[in-house]
């Protein structure tokens, strides 16, 4: 098995084909995401390219088709939250269990981390024991539960909240690099 982690590629129509395509169930047939409807190609890909002007779009290759990917956004758009990022991993079904989301999750951390993020938060719906393990298992610790706070596929569904630390907290923190500043690049290999 052949496995590689890299940045997603915008302009590359597949990578964004791919990952909508492992998002896919997750939209129509689960409540792990709240979308209730598949967003068009056009309109993913510009996710990917939005998420990139500041953060990591991770995808892993596994002998050479997309296997998941993983990536962090803005937990909240004012500044004062600007070292703190929400992170989200979504996998194949083949590809459960083979240690690639924790791959993905090592090879993302480390990134931001060199950018100078400080704070990594984990919304997963619940009940999701495969989802909160992982991210228990990388660090991750519960920080609260939002109890009934959306309803999709004809009930309601609690949120969970899980905070990692990346870094000491500065006590005076620079602006996070965007992603297109890191010198060198990051190698983006899998890193526990």
Request: proline content about 9%.
């Amino acid at each position: 098995m052949s496995t590689r982690i890299r940045l997603a590629n915008p302009a590359d129509s597949g990578d964004a084909a791919a990952c909508l395509d492992i998002y896919r169930p997750f939209v129509e047939e689960t409540a792990v995401s709240f979308e209730t409807a598949l967003p068009p190609l056009e309109e993913f890909r510009g996710r990917i390219v939005d998420v990139l002007q500041r953060a990591p779009w991770l995808v892993c290759e596994v002998d050479g088709g997309i296997a998941g990917y993983a990536y962090a956004t803005r937990l909240r758009p004012r500044a004062a939250y600007q070292w703190s990022v929400e992170t989200t991993v979504y996998l194949a079904p083949a590809a459960r269990g083979r240690g690639l989301a924790r791959a993905l999750y090592g090879s993302l951390v480390h990134g931001l981390r060199r950018q100078g993020y400080v704070n990594a938060y984990a919304v997963i719906t619940l009940p999701n024991a495969p989802s909160v393990g992982l991210h228990e298992r990388l660090g991750f610790r519960s920080a609260g539960v939002f109890p009934g706070v959306g309803f999709k596929l004809g009930r309601w569904h609690d949120v969970g909240w899980w905070h990692l630390r990346i870094q000491d907290l500065p006590a005076q923190p620079h602006a996070p690099l965007p992603l297109a500043e890191l010198s060198p690049a990051p190698e983006w290999e899998p890193r526990d």
